[in-house]
């Protein structure tokens, strides 16, 4: 059996080695991270170039099914995927981890609607942590900004007062909070990603009363079968070769 996982997660990275060697995997990257964490397996880097792209590399290259592990808010390709599946007739399924409780954070569709709510609440110091792609929305901000991605945004997308920080996680509880305290942390802007790596930064401010504003997750495309964790990804891929 041979499956595309559409991958650049943990959770996609351990699904692959869970079904290795009994199910021959085609990890696809969207190569936008430098020196990426490889799964085991065959990996491809790089777009398919949208439906057209996707539909014909699963024509050239025959898959039993296709998985979809990519990050929450990679929108984009996880429709194309949908709808390219759903075209060809060919198993679907999306594995997304499972969302963070909003609780008290401040929920909003969008980094533009975010900006705009920072702005609307006289936050002045603000921990960024929507990636590379977020900060555009933040450009014409006159607030001050600690910026942590993993990839440095382009130069022209910076708000004028800011700090950059490039990492990768997972992080620390304790580390968070001494960056909150730190950089006297006004307001926490973040994407609802889910998971256990990046979810530190929110209870520490908690900690601190920090107010969080929360970029909630796109929609998944209807009709899409979905599952949150890895071995029901296992289950569900075994299921098809039995």
Avoid at 31 to 52: C, E, H, K
Avoid at 143 to 150: D, E, G, K, Q, Y
Wanted: proline share 8%.
């Amino acid at each position: 059996m041979r499956i595309l996982l559409l991958g650049g997660t943990g959770e996609a990275r351990a699904l692959a080695a869970a079904l290795h060697p009994d199910v021959e995997v085609i990890s696809s990257l969207a190569g936008r991270v430098p020196d990426p964490a490889l799964p085991v397996g065959q990996v491809r880097i790089g777009g398919f170039g949208g439906v057209d792209g996707l539909r014909r590399w699963l024509t050239d290259t025959p898959v039993d099914a296709v998985v979809d592990a990519t990050h929450p808010f990679a929108a984009t390709i996880t429709a194309t995927a949908a709808a390219v599946c759903a075209d060809l007739g060919l198993p679907h399924l999306l594995l997304a981890r499972p969302a963070w409780s909003a609780g008290d954070a401040i929920l909003v569709s969008s980094d533009r609607e975010a900006a705009t709510t920072v702005a609307a609440k006289g936050f002045s110091r603000i921990f960024l942590t929507t990636g590379r792609t977020g900060v555009d929305a933040f450009r014409d901000s006159d607030a001050w900004f600690l910026i942590r991605a993993v990839t440095p945004p382009d130069a022209e997308v910076l708000p004028r007062h800011h700090e950059l920080l490039l990492s990768r996680g997972p992080y620390r509880y304790d580390d968070e909070l001494a960056a909150l305290r730190t950089h006297r942390i006004e307001a926490l802007v973040t994407k609802n990603s889910g998971g256990d790596m990046t979810r530190p930064k929110l209870d520490a401010a908690a900690t601190l009363g920090i107010p969080v504003v929360m970029v909630d997750r796109p929609p998944v495309p209807p009709g899409v079968r979905t599952v949150g964790t890895v071995p029901e990804a296992v289950a569900w891929v075994r299921s098809l070769a039995r």
